[in-house]
């Protein structure tokens, strides 16, 4: 069991440009989720997946965010446009199972810096 | 709809003393709690989680937490601190029916006194 892995841990972007992060959850782990970090915050929801099938995505994932789980493994979460405001640490965390009471674990994050 | 409040975002004790992380939830279903903790430029590692079982709930490193359903609280504690558990604390909170993403507290920064 190596963990929830995430790539890139950093990146620095200009204000426009698209970016992809990637996230490896915990094998044989069925769901994932992505949360959003800004600085002084607690971390908020963005979406998630239970194998490949996106059953949620908050409000704050505006249509300039989209997420994959290809085939039910690792994930992948696409910002295009970027802007300033979209600065903020990226957080994976994956689970076993189904229900609420299931821990979440999670990897080291992206962070992510608009310029 | 579910969130919480943790009450002071800096807490500062002395090394040896004790630790309250002060949480309360609200929650339209019975709730489950969580602990994190978050070190400097990384990810979240669970402390512990409340899951209905046990209303006195122990986790890692000396923490633990009581669930007080007429209190609306998941205070986290632990009888002496140490150099080591200076870091920021989240609570969290999920529900049962579906209500399965993690909602966060706006986090408890813990700095400890030599």
């Known amino acids: 069991d190596t963990g929830v892995s995430q790539d890139p841990r950093h990146k620095i972007t200009k204000r426009g440009q698209n970016v992809t992060f990637r996230c490896d959850p915990i094998?044989?782990?069925?769901?994932l989720y992505w949360y959003r970090q800004t600085l002084g915050q607690g971390p908020e929801f963005l979406t998630y997946?239970?194998?490949?099938?996106?059953?949620?995505k908050s409000r704050l994932l505006s249509d300039r965010f989209s997420a994959e789980r290809p085939k039910g493994s690792f994930s992948t979460l696409e910002i295009q446009r970027t802007e300033q405001g979209d600065s903020a640490m990226y957080l994976c965390?994956?689970?076993?199972?189904?229900?609420?009471?299931?821990?979440?674990?999670f990897g080291p994050g992206t962070r992510l810096l608009v310029l | 709809a579910q969130s919480v409040t943790q009450l002071g975002s800096h807490v500062s004790v002395s090394e040896g003393a004790l630790v309250l992380l002060r949480c309360n939830y609200s929650?339209?279903?019975?709730?489950?709690l969580f602990w994190y903790v978050q070190y400097p430029n990384q990810g979240l590692q669970l402390l512990l989680k409340?899951?209905?079982?046990?209303?006195l709930v122990k986790g890692i490193n000396g923490f633990e937490a009581e669930f007080k359903k007429s209190e609306t609280s998941f205070h986290l504690t632990k009888p002496s601190a140490h150099m080591s558990d200076a870091a920021e604390y989240f609570c969290?909170?999920?529900?049962?029916?579906?209500?399965?993403?993690?909602?966060f507290g706006t986090g408890t920064r813990l700095t400890i006194i030599p």
């Open positions: 965390a994956s689970s076993l199972g189904i229900g609420g009471q299931e821990t979440q674990y």
């Open positions: 094998s044989e782990h069925n769901r």
């Open positions: 997946f239970q194998n490949e099938a996106q059953l949620e």
């Open positions: 929650s339209s279903v019975p709730p489950y």
């Open positions: 409340y899951t209905s079982a046990a209303t």
């Open positions: 969290a909170v999920t529900g049962q029916g579906g209500n399965e993403k993690l909602t």
